[in-house]
């Protein structure tokens, strides 16, 4: 008996692409032993995107989808991806063919294998600037020093997980999720492989500097406590260096060095300010954190959606 596979796909404003990749994932699966449907999560898309959507979901009932009622994020997609899913394993990707269907049988094989959860990395991509590939290794960097994970550079969304792990990932309620981490934390047995990201089909990317900024410090608030410690640590240190100066100023005052006037005042005033609105911006990321997990709102609202029975 075939066994039946789930792929998980997000899509914001991804009209051009979708037809597209469907077409690449049936003809992937037509020499594949594998019953597969596909799930499609509009992730507030402005263009023609669920009218594609619903034409193809129409014609094949191996296509289901859910629309968010507004944008909620990449993460959140593959949040209700994963909570709605019901194959025996379930691969996610991107609607862009920036993630090659052709890595599916490898991915499948690895399963079969044995494995709970196979990653991918990329390989190195000459159509990425110079300062991207260094922020995002500056990162990853950052992340696997701070952090009690450790995630390889280069690690998109791009996976395969097996039923006892989408089971745990249905269980979590994070509020700011990043399951690239996430994936490492829960363990099971794991395999990455190497694959050569495409380019875009058609249309632009969606992430943003900003966007990646947002998200490089939502993944690294979201697994280590350290820069708190960091902070700590750092007005500690700052506070002996202070004392430090006490004998000088006495010393001046005595012998009457005093040089009078405003600038030595400015700029210790000025140091000690930044470095108290520094670590209270620390303390407030988490505090922020705190505050809206405790509120305990859905990571997503479904608008619509259409699930077939076909697992």
Same mark, same amino acid.
């Given at each position: ?112 294998? *044995? ?6 990395? /990329?390989?190195?991509? &000459?159509?990425?600037?110079? =300062? @991207? $590939?260094?922020? +995002? ?54 395999? *990455? ?6 380019? /875009?089909?058609?249309? &632009?990317?969606?992430?943003? =500097? @900003? $966007?990646?900024? +947002? ?73 922020? $954190? ?22």
């Amino acid at each position: 008996m075939k066994k039946n596979v789930s792929l998980v796909i997000p899509l914001h404003n991804e009209e051009a692409n979708i037809r597209i990749l469907l077409a690449a994932i049936h003809q992937v699966f037509l020499g594949l032993p594998y019953n597969y449907t596909v799930l499609l999560i509009d992730d507030g898309s402005k263009d023609g995107s669920m009218r594609v959507v619903r034409e193809m979901a129409a014609a094949d009932d191996r296509i289901n989808f859910i629309s968010f009622s507004r944008n909620f994020g990449h993460q959140s997609a593959l949040k209700a991806g994963y909570d709605h899913a019901k194959g025996e394993c379930v691969i996610s990707l991107d609607a862009d063919m920036q993630h090659p269907p052709s890595l599916i049988p490898e991915m499948l094989q690895r399963w079969e294998e *044995g494995y709970d959860v196979v990653y991918t990395i /990329r390989g190195e991509e &000459a159509q990425i600037s110079p =300062f @991207k $590939k260094r922020s +995002s290794r500056q990162f990853y960097r950052l992340l696997n020093r701070i952090s009690d994970v450790e995630i390889e550079e280069g690690t998109p969304d791009f996976r395969l997980v097996s039923r006892p792990v989408l089971n745990v990932l249905k269980d979590l309620n994070e509020y700011d999720l990043f399951f690239r981490g996430l994936i490492k934390w829960i363990g099971f047995k794991q395999i *990455g492989i190497i694959y050569q990201q495409q380019k /875009r089909v058609h249309g &632009a990317s969606k992430y943003t =500097f @900003k $966007k990646m900024a +947002s998200f490089a410090l939502q993944g690294i608030t979201s697994f280590s406590i350290r820069p708190l410690y960091a902070a700590a640590y750092l007005g500690f240190i700052i506070s002996l260096f202070s004392i430090l100066y006490v004998p000088y100023v006495m010393f001046s005052y005595f012998t009457g060095n005093a040089i009078s006037g405003w600038s030595s005042v400015l700029v210790t005033i000025a140091f000690f300010g930044g470095l108290q609105l520094m670590i209270l911006g620390i303390i407030g990321v988490y505090l922020g $954190k705190l505050f809206m997990q405790a509120k305990q709102r859905p990571q997503y609202i479904i608008q619509e959606h259409l699930l077939h029975e076909t697992p």
